[in-house]
């Protein structure tokens, strides 16, 4: 078992629509949260971190569920610019690593 | 500030030729990463480092080496490149509390 697994999608959406995205992990010492972004051949940047009371930025909402270990990144008014891979990521003490999942590509379609 | 980069920005080689991938970070970053990234596996971390002078291996560091000499640059080499090494190489960097910044990656394609 992945130690972050996601489902890779594609997930294909209209303009406006809302989605989710879930990622769950096997550590349960694991520490630290984040979602990335990846645009098609570019370097993973970061978009977000996840907090146990869950955070906000604009359009984007992440949550954290530390007893069925998993997070999400809620995409409301979905835009042609949001098409990018999400990558999710946890960071452990205990191996001082972040691990990366494979990522969920997003395209949003006009 | 030009954060993490990285040269050559692509490259060709042929089977059992040997290269170094360069690292440049200006934030002052302790730690740094090599990563490579293939279709359907994600990033796979190669070798990091914590700080000038030290390395360390991580998921898949079989045939490659690296170096950190200074604290600012980080290399990674190739031996004897195979075509199982043909990748997307990723260096990224990070202080003790923050998360990873990535540099633009190096295209590496061995025939």
């Known amino acids: 078992r992945k130690e972050v697994e996601q489902d890779p999608g594609p997930f294909n959406v209209p303009e406006g629509a809302t989605v989710a995205f879930n990622c769950t992990y096997s550590n349960s010492a694991s520490q630290s949260f984040f979602w990335y972004r990846q645009d098609c051949r570019k370097e993973p940047k970061l978009l977000m971190s996840?907090?146990?009371s869950g955070n906000e930025d604009g359009r984007f909402t992440a949550q954290l569920n530390r007893a069925s270990q998993y997070i999400s990144l809620l995409i409301r008014d979905s835009k042609l610019s949001d098409s990018a891979t999400y990558l999710c990521v946890v960071y452990s003490s205990n191996t001082g690593k972040l691990i990366f999942g494979q990522g969920t590509t997003l395209q949003v379609k006009p | 500030n030009a954060g993490v980069t990285q040269t050559p920005k692509f490259r060709v080689l042929k089977t059992g030729q040997s290269m170094t991938l360069l690292c440049a970070q200006d934030m002052n970053h302790e730690y740094m990463y090599w990563y490579r990234q293939d279709p359907g596996m994600g990033l796979r971390l190669i070798h990091y480092?914590?700080?000038?002078?030290?390395?360390a291996k991580g998921e898949v560091p079989d045939g490659y080496n690296v170096s950190r000499l200074k604290k600012q640059n980080f290399l990674l080499g190739l031996e004897s490149a195979a075509p199982s090494q043909t990748s997307v190489y990723f260096c990224?960097?990070?202080?003790?509390?923050?998360?990873?910044?990535f540099g633009p990656g190096t295209r590496l394609l061995v025939l």
């Open positions: 996840v907090y146990s």
């Open positions: 480092s914590v700080g000038e002078g030290t390395t």
């Open positions: 990224a960097s990070r202080t003790k509390k923050e998360t990873q910044y």
